[in-house]
């Protein structure tokens, strides 16, 4: 009797050390699963995927030859540079007896520490689903300082729940984050010459900036080349440089022939609706060509609180974004192209 593991939601991601001047982390190329025993890596039974910065897959993998109880499902990645992943781990359990179909999933809940028992922990509400790939709110005001487990579990159409998955995070109550007011910021043109070292721009002491620059062209090579702008805030700490491709043509209606760049967008006419939102929310934008796009909303520590990848058209596309999770306040949503190139908008949240 053939028997199957169904459902089986998998998620992995690779993380890279880099230094200030590193290039960006390699993209997944490949992946392979195996079931118990490690085989040794290149050696699993391969699963297909695309040059990706992250994979999110959902697997029907066979389990002929397994006995019936439980085992270990492991699943890594190899990134462009030829490094492995460590294996991500999975239990599952084979019922011999039985051949099962897949149900939806229909509810689900958390808890922290200890376990209150199946259907008493803190639900998360309805769900109607195959698989769950959703960011959610939990509040950790009544945990104490120090290390907690969290657990989530889910149950199916047949009344059958999961095991539970765990999760280790820490609670900081003596350090409570405070966003600092931006008090400088500077610019470079593609090389970094190290933070503090870019052209300084003028601003005032505020919260953020939106606000437009006389930036000075210096003699570069014509062609593409990228503008870097970063702030510092009054801790002394200064962000991620914000990148944007340029392109430097000659002025030829000068007399002295200068330089001129010209910012290349990713995409043009954005705009959210409605803005301040209770919850959903619409960003409406003009795509330049057909490619992907990752969506990020940060709140205003610097937190990214929701990120979504889409596909978009060439032309007018228009994202819904769920709001619902999240505390009321004042969100910066990122729109980023394949090219890492970026545009941002704010959006407010009542």
């Not at 010459?193 to 721009?201: A, D, N």
Request: hydrophobic residues 40%.
């Amino acid at each position: 009797m053939k028997k199957y593991l169904l459902g089986c939601l998998l998620f992995a991601s690779c993380l890279l050390k880099e230094s200030i001047f590193a290039q960006a982390p390699a993209k997944i190329t490949a992946a392979e699963y195996f079931i118990d025993l490690d085989p040794g890596t290149g050696n699993g039974s391969p699963i297909v995927v695309g040059a990706t910065d992250s994979a999110s897959l959902n697997l029907t993998l066979f389990t002929n030859g397994l006995s019936g109880g439980f085992h270990q499902l492991f699943i890594r990645f190899e990134d462009a540079n030829g490094l492995w992943s460590i294996a991500e781990q999975r239990t599952f359990y084979i019922d011999s007896t039985k051949t099962y179909k897949a149900a939806k999933l229909t509810a689900g809940e958390y808890f922290f520490d200890k376990d209150p028992g199946i259907t008493k922990a803190t639900s998360l509400g309805a769900i109607n689903t195959d698989s769950v790939n959703k960011q959610y709110s939990l509040s950790t005001g009544a945990l104490k300082g120090g290390f907690h487990q969290l657990f989530i579990r889910f149950k199916d159409s047949s009344n059958h729940w999961s095991i539970a998955e765990q999760r280790s995070f820490y609670v900081d109550k003596d350090s409570i984050v405070k966003p600092s007011p931006i008090i400088a910021g500077e610019y470079f043109f593609t090389k970094d010459s190290g933070v503090g070292k870019g052209t300084p721009l003028i601003i005032s002491k505020t919260d953020s900036v939106n606000q437009t620059f006389n930036i000075t062209v210096p003699n570069l090579t014509l062609g593409k080349q990228f503008l870097e702008i970063r702030f510092k805030d009054s801790s002394g700490k200064w962000s991620i440089a914000e990148s944007r491709k340029i392109t430097i043509v000659n002025n030829f209606n000068s007399a002295n022939q200068n330089a001129t760049a010209i910012q290349e967008k990713p995409v043009t006419v954005m705009s959210i609706y409605p803005n301040p939102t209770n919850g959903n929310a619409y960003l409406v934008f003009n795509a330049l060509k057909n490619e992907k796009f990752s969506i990020v909303i940060f709140d205003i520590a610097g937190k990214a609180v929701l990120a979504k990848e889409i596909i978009a058209g060439k032309g007018t596309n228009k994202i819904l974004l769920d709001l619902h999770g999240m505390i009321p306040g004042s969100y910066v949503v990122n729109v980023i192209n394949e090219a890492h190139e970026q545009q941002t908008l704010k959006i407010i949240k009542q």
